[in-house]
């Protein structure tokens, strides 16, 4: 079984094109910073995410292209997918990717937008709070309002 799930932020703007020919499909090319979960070595330094490369096409990809930016938070679900080419000097550059097969945001808008105001650091993920300060109330739409403070309650980033 060849599936890789990852929760991580762009870490610029998605790269985006359309194929050649009668049927144009979407490609959107962008990476994912990715938290470690023990990310530092024994003297405590080390790096704290890893830079994962994606590729989303078809829909997949159109959805890149409208949505996601910058800093943004998404969740990834895909196959690793391997490949090579040429580079100008003849030389064999080996490649290895995530096909996004499915991908939903990763946080609210809201905390979107307050993170990518704030400049936040990306590397490592908030603390935890010990209450959450507001009961979940009904909305007019049917839906309940989470607060977005229930986020740091969650057993999983």
């Given at each position: 079984?060849?599936?890789?799930?990852?929760?991580?932020?762009?870490?610029?703007?998605?790269?985006?094109?359309?194929?050649?020919?009668?049927?144009?499909?979407?490609?959107?090319?962008?990476?994912?910073?990715?938290?470690?979960r023990?990310?530092?070595?024994?003297?405590?330094?080390?790096?704290?995410?890893?830079?994962?490369?994606?590729?989303?096409?078809?829909?997949?990809?159109?959805?890149?292209e409208?949505?996601?930016?910058?800093?943004?938070?998404?969740?990834?679900?895909?196959?690793?997918?391997?490949?090579?080419?040429?580079?100008?000097?003849?030389?064999?550059?080996?490649?290895t990717?995530?096909?996004?097969?499915?991908?939903?945001?990763?946080?609210?808008?809201?905390?979107?937008?307050?993170?990518?105001?704030?400049?936040?650091?990306?590397?490592?993920?908030?603390?935890?709070?010990?209450?959450?300060?507001?009961?979940?109330?009904?909305?007019?739409?049917?839906?309940?309002?989470?607060?977005?403070?229930?986020?740091?309650?969650?057993?999983?980033?």
């Amino acid at each position: 079984m060849n599936k890789a799930m990852l929760t991580g932020r762009l870490t610029r703007d998605p790269n985006v094109r359309y194929s050649q020919g009668e049927n144009q499909m979407c490609i959107a090319r962008f990476t994912l910073a990715v938290d470690r979960r023990r990310s530092r070595n024994q003297d405590g330094n080390g790096p704290t995410a890893d830079f994962i490369s994606c590729v989303a096409f078809g829909k997949t990809g159109e959805f890149v292209e409208k949505y996601a930016r910058k800093g943004m938070k998404f969740d990834v679900v895909g196959r690793i997918q391997t490949g090579s080419y040429q580079n100008k000097d003849g030389q064999t550059v080996y490649t290895t990717d995530v096909a996004v097969e499915e991908i939903e945001f990763g946080e609210s808008k809201s905390a979107s937008a307050s993170n990518m105001n704030s400049g936040a650091d990306y590397s490592a993920p908030s603390g935890r709070s010990e209450a959450v300060s507001s009961a979940p109330q009904p909305a007019d739409d049917g839906f309940m309002n989470v607060p977005d403070e229930i986020d740091d309650e969650l057993p999983f980033n």
